[in-house]
Nanobody
Framework: DVQLQASGGGLVQAGGFLRLSCVVS????????IGWFRQAPGKEREAVSC????????YYADSVKGRFTISSDIAKNTAYLQMNNLKPEDTAVHYC????????????????????WGQGTLVTVSS
């Protein structure tokens, strides 16, 4: 069974940085996508950034473009989210998720497109 383990959250001042990691175990497919989503208190869960292993295509929410970078290491079945210039509005529980895709698909970024979810890691940005 596919399992995801997210880590790397913490408390940081505005303008600081964090690097989240998501290790996926139980993967038996080569073509998949890993996405990072976040949920702030009182708000709906939203997509932050996603990556497809088929062609390394990526998706970024407008709110994080230019500040966050997603990457993956297929050999380690791990995805990373480098978050720079963090803002207080980035404060949220961040989740990683996994889904199998076809090589002809564009990178998925909607919640319902992901089948497996890890536990969240809390990112808190102080002003």
């Amino acid at each position: 069974d596919v399992q995801l383990q997210a880590s790397g959250g913490g408390l940081v001042q505005a303008g600081g940085f964090l690097r989240l990691s998501c290790v996926v175990s139980g993967v038996t497919f080569d073509d998949y996508a890993i996405g990072w989503f976040r949920q702030a208190p009182g708000k709906e869960r939203e997509a932050v950034s996603c990556i497809a292993t088929t062609d390394d295509s990526t998706y970024y929410a407008d709110s994080v473009k230019g500040r966050f970078t997603i990457s993956s290491d297929i050999a380690k079945n791990t995805a990373y989210l480098q978050m720079n210039n963090l803002k207080p509005e980035d404060t949220a529980v961040h989740y990683c998720a996994f889904t199998i895709i076809s090589s002809s698909w564009s990178v998925p970024f909607r919640l319902y497109q992901y089948n497996y979810w890890g536990q969240g890691t809390l990112v808190t940005v102080s002003s």
